[in-house]
């Protein structure tokens, strides 16, 4: 009854906003609590189901952006003409330099081990920037205020979405490798790095996605609001419901879109209910709970570990697809710590780490106080100060503090929550 209260209430917080605002604002909120939801769910898989401390989620969602230009954005011919070749061979060339380093230090030992190995790094590293830079530079150099990368392969834009997790869950796998032998702290600052490293070569390999150019335009799986607007049928149905064309269109794209994200939610949401109550979810949870013993009973914990960090990443890297399929470009600058790492930790936190519906309900919640907040401060600041004199610098102070609501708000949220409820509005069972 909880459970079911709890959503009716945020249901009643969208629906609220329709009706005192917009639809399009209220189906806006929906589509993006939905994907939120998505990488709740991801996060939660990670440390409610393992105990896995992530903070690079950031990383991830970033990678399945990426995976909706290099699969949908047609290929750029003179790009590739220019210069793929080379740069196909320099990346392959720098793979063999680390695979060839990783062979040499496996079969060697004394001094020769650490000369010999950073040897095999630096002639490697050579040869490999004399191959790429001047297949980087050329391809760069074509239409560089409307190209200037290699594009993607012009398949639909669906296809993207498991590829995003495909590309998340491979990262995901060469951090944990690493990592997730070593104490958890280190897994925290190793994903920490690896997602601004991410980042950091989204806005510097031009030639990848654009950099800071953007790509723009991306397709859709939806239909376009101006075909729609163009089309007398659907104008004609829009009036049977007292609605114009523009209105009807950006609401008619918008459901279409809520309906994929709901329909990915629910498949994920069934198959993270199916883990958690199977016997790999009770082993995952016996670990968390208590490593030495689960060790002590013959489980391989770091291969369990990093069964879930691959598969919890791999989510993420869907829902990060899934935004940037409904953004329709790719913006590297917009990819922040604070938006794609600290509020899907407080979604999770919120909802009930260790319960895949409170995961989802902290998605939808939070992203719903995320957007409302600053235009209820705003209103309310206005109340507050409408007797006060225009010019007043109290009056001037308090306005311009608005836009410090979100964070003010997270924070207190996130205060109370811990402190009335620690375990989450929806505890695990």
């Given amino acids: 009854m909880k459970t079911v209260l709890l959503f009716a209430a945020v249901a009643g917080l969208i629906l609220g906003t329709g009706f005192l605002q917009s639809w399009n604002s209220a189906l806006l909120i929906l589509n993006m609590g939905l994907i939120s939801a998505v990488m709740a769910l991801g996060v ?9 401390f992530n903070v690079g989620i950031m990383g991830f969602v970033a990678l399945g952006g990426l995976a909706v230009v290099l699969i949908s954005m047609p290929p750029v011919s003179a790009a590739w003409q220019a210069g793929g070749g080379g740069i196909l061979l320099g990346l392959v060339l720098g793979a063999a330099t680390i695979v ?18 950073a040897g095999v790094l630096l002639v490697g590293m050579i ?31 669906l296809l ?39 980042i950091a070569i989204l806005k510097n390999e031009d030639w990848l996605a654009r950099g800071v150019k953007n790509v723009i335009g991306l397709p859709r799986p939806v239909p376009y609001e101006v075909d729609l607007q163009n089309d007398p049928a659907f104008v004609e149905r829009a009036a049977g419901f007292g609605l114009d064309g523009t209105t009807a269109s950006t609401i008619y794209v918008k459901v279409e879109y809520g309906l994929l994200f709901a329909a990915v939610l629910i498949v994920l949401l069934v198959l993270s209910q199916l883990a958690l109550k199977s016997p790999w979810g009770r082993m995952m949870r016996a670990i968390r709970d208590n490593e030495t013993a689960a060790r002590a009973m013959g489980k391989d914990v770091t291969a369990r570990h990093l069964q879930v960090f691959v598969l919890g990443s791999a989510i993420c890297g869907i829902a990060g697809a899934m935004m940037t399929t409904l953004d329709g470009q790719l913006t590297p600058g917009s990819y922040q710590p604070l938006r794609y790492t600290f509020l899907i930790w407080v979604m999770v936190i919120v909802g ?7 995961a989802v309900l902290g998605g939808f919640l939070i992203w719903f106080l995320w957007v409302q907040v600053e235009p209820i401060g705003h209103l309310l600041m206005s ?8 010019g007043s610098w109290l009056k ?33 069972r």
């Fill in 44 to 52: 939660n898989l990670q440390w409610g189901l393992a105990g896995l």
């Fill in 100 to 117: 060839a380093a990783v062979l040499f230090w496996a079969r060697t030992s004394g001094k020769l081990r650490g000369w010999g190995t």
């Fill in 127 to 157: 040869i490999y920037r004399m191959v790429l830079d001047p297949s980087v530079e050329a391809v760069e150099a074509v239409d560089p205020a409307l190209a200037g990368y290699l594009g993607g392969l012009g398949l639909p834009v």
């Fill in 160 to 198: 993207a979405w498991p590829v995003g997790g495909l590309l998340a869950a491979g990262a995901a796998y060469v951090i944990g490798k690493t990592a997730l032998g070593l104490r958890s702290d280190y897994l925290a600052i190793a994903t920490l790095g690896i997602a601004e490293i991410v």
């Fill in 352 to 358: 009930g780490s260790g319960n895949n519906l409170g």
């Fill in 383 to 390: 109340l507050i100060t409408a007797g006060m004199t225009d």
């Fill in 396 to 428: 001037a102070h308090l306005l311009d503090s608005v836009q410090h609501m979100r964070l003010l708000t997270m924070g207190i949220i996130l205060l109370l929550v811990l402190r009335l409820y620690p375990r989450g509005l929806l505890p695990e």
